[in-house]
């Protein structure tokens, strides 16, 4: 059964300073990874969609990596501002078998950035 | 990618009354997916909707308490049925793009009284 854990739960940091948030997951055989951004009682925001045959994929001061052997993304925020801070969520979409296209989510990183 | 209306955005219910939950899809998808978020916690899959059959239910969820339509390829509605204190939840719904990531509505914000 896949789990994807996400670490650290939260995070609080400065205006300007550079950032990594780190998921995992059990299982490697994914059909890609999908980091969301989710605000206060709303929807997900897409931010970056990585698939298995990819190492990485950059949006502006986001760049996400992929290191499907070792069950490993990171997300990358550069430059943080008070604006960015969310809920960010990880999620694995598995190899599609006998049509489950089942999304699996971490319980996600909650970050601050302090003006 | 696609674009999902969600509405409503927020309500506040009575209990033992039924809210029904609708989202419109700027384009055809295939399956259409209901999630549910509760305070503090990530997503749990409720059903995912398929054109002209059945929804799935995960373990947990009933169609009698979450009733699911799925008339055509761009529309679908989840109802929360017979609602309780702790129904209170963030209900998105969510579809797949065509490069295979997936697409969430703005949610539905609900608070049962």
């Known amino acids: 059964k896949q789990e994807v854990t996400q670490i650290p739960a939260a995070l609080s940091v400065p205006e300007g300073e550079n950032l990594v948030l780190n998921c995992s997951f059990t299982?490697?055989?994914?059909?890609?990874l999908q980091w969301f951004r989710q605000d206060p009682g709303k929807g997900l925001t897409s931010l970056l969609l990585?698939?298995?045959?990819?190492r990485e994929q950059t949006s502006g001061r986001l760049n996400a990596s992929l290191d499907k052997s070792s069950g490993r993304s990171t997300l990358y925020i550069a430059a943080s501002q008070p604006g960015d801070s969310a809920t960010y969520l990880c999620?694995?979409?598995?190899?599609?078998?006998?049509?489950?296209?089942?999304?699996?989510f971490g319980k996600g990183t909650k970050l601050t950035v302090n003006p | 990618s696609a674009v999902i209306s969600q509405k409503p955005s927020r309500d506040i219910c009575q209990r033992g009354t039924s809210l029904t939950i609708q989202c419109q899809v700027d384009?055809?998808?295939?399956?259409m997916f209901w999630y549910r978020q509760q305070p503090g916690q990530s997503l749990t899959l409720i059903a995912t909707?398929?054109?002209?059959?059945?929804?799935?239910?995960e373990s947990g969820f009933v169609i009698d308490k979450f009733p699911i339509s799925r008339p055509n390829l761009t529309f679908s509605t989840l109802t929360v049925s017979n609602m309780s204190p702790e129904d209170s939840s963030i209900y998105l719904c969510?579809?797949?793009?065509?490069?295979?990531?997936?697409?969430f509505g703005s949610g539905t914000r609900l608070t049962v009284v």
């Open positions: 299982d490697s055989a994914i059909y890609n």
């Open positions: 384009s055809q998808v295939t399956m």
């Open positions: 999620a694995v979409s598995p190899v599609l078998q006998g049509g489950s296209e089942k999304l699996v």
């Open positions: 909707a398929n054109q002209g059959s059945e929804a799935t239910y």
């Open positions: 990585i698939q298995s045959s990819q």
């Open positions: 969510s579809a797949r793009t065509g490069l295979g990531g997936y697409t």
